[in-house]
């Protein structure tokens, strides 16, 4: 069976593709792309997924066999956890047994690099184009079961005021979904923080409660629920199926996008007077331009998907004139300045409560203050169309890059880094076919909530023209 990466991986379905067999497979390839860059060092952790706890065990042990030294991960554990432990003890690179945020059925083999983040392109094809290549016989490397627990909730204790959020005395909210956070900020709270705890959907299910593990406002009724009754300015972070990923419910129940998060802690970090790049994938908030504008701030803009944000942090560590303050992507993943480049849910819902805490304001105070400074209503939507039939993409890409108007808004410039983006003043349309799935994804930002549905509806009748 060929096995086919992604841009982090290999991810499949259990039982199916994901087998013992095949993490075998692709451990013994990653063991080889690794062995013959010198690495001689990884660790292994997995999530609540099924069998997780089984599939890290086969990859441990096939690295192991190949000659390398491995540190098995107890229990489930976060990836930016795993992360965490690579760049910590200074090893060749992570295996992180997730599919992060996808369906229960799902189970993946991510990479990691020695830098504490996604590996990059080239690793993971060389791991792929290894896959079953003959390999030269090694002596055993050594096998040694810790947990990083510990070690990790202290360095992230360091990098947070908890002096300020313990004289706040806000309650913590946590939602982990289900997922490997699970316990995890409820551990951190007792030990570091003198608020009250309220833990929500905080035990580990490798069915998530019945919902895809991602933050986003359809997963999210039994967290608003919860919060309706909780007054301001207290709110709950969210993180999703291997906590990479953070969301916000607020108090009264209203969700709270990735894009106002990003732009809180973007501006939180700028009025502390940090300075660096600001990273922002291509389906970002214009709000987030005009924010790192008005602090005197250099944006730069990548294709969808976060091996991008931890190449410009790459970039930063050896040039400290390219130093990233802070990276994000639309679907919750941020990484910021003085920590790892890579996503963590646990690191940022902390660093939003410092937020709230440091301001006396409420998430969404500091956000109408964005908006007031930036002169711009934040309004947003995503909708994935899954197609029944072909689709035309080359026509669908011409097409949308010929449309002039969103409703009555004038196109002011269009941006082809990944789908087409069609920027108008105030917002933007954009439209993305998936390369692997018979899916368009189509976001909008606009002024308005009856705008932003306006504009879906539009770019929803111009895809639909192109599926035969």
Known sequence: MKLTFGTDG????????????NTRRVAQAHAQALKDTGGTAVAVAHDTRFLGDRFARAAAETLQGAGLDVTLLTGATPTPALSY???????????????????????????????GGSATPDLVTEVERRIDASTT?????????TSIQD????????????????????????DAMHGAA????????ARYLSVPFHGLRNTPSPLFGGVNPEPIEPNLAFTMDAMRGVPSPAFAVITDGDADRVGAVLSG???FNSHQIFAVLLHHLAKQGKRGRVIRTVSTSGIIQRLADHHGLEVVQTPVGFKYITEAFLEGDADPAKAVLIGGEESGGIGVQGWLPERDGIFNGLLLLETVAASGKGLNEQFAEIEALTGMQHHYDRVDLHLSGELDREGLKRATMDTKTLLNHPITEVVTLDGVK????????????????PVVRLYVEAPSPDEVQGTLRQLEELARRFVH
Do not use: C
Not at 94 to 99: F, Q, S
Not at 182 to 189: D, P, V
Not at 422 to 437: N, P
């Open 10 to 21: 290999w991810r499949g379905v259990i039982a199916d593709e994901f087998t013992v067999a």
């Open 85 to 115: 432990a690579v760049k910590a003890a200074g090893l060749a690179g992570g295996v992180m047994i997730t599919a992060s945020h996808n369906p229960p059925i799902y189970q993946g083999y991510k990479l990691k690099g020695p830098y």
């Open 137 to 145: 016989t090694a002596q055993p490397g050594t096998l040694t079961e």
């Open 151 to 174: 070690a990790y909730l202290k360095a992230v204790s360091e990098r947070i005021d908890l002096k300020a959020i313990n004289r706040a005395g806000i309650p913590l909210y946590h």
């Open 182 to 189: 699970s316990g995890w900020m409820e551990t951190f709270a």
């Open 253 to 255: 129940g209203r969700f």
């Open 422 to 437: 069609l920027v108008f003043d105030g917002g933007y349309g954009m439209v993305r076919a998936s390369g692997t799935e």
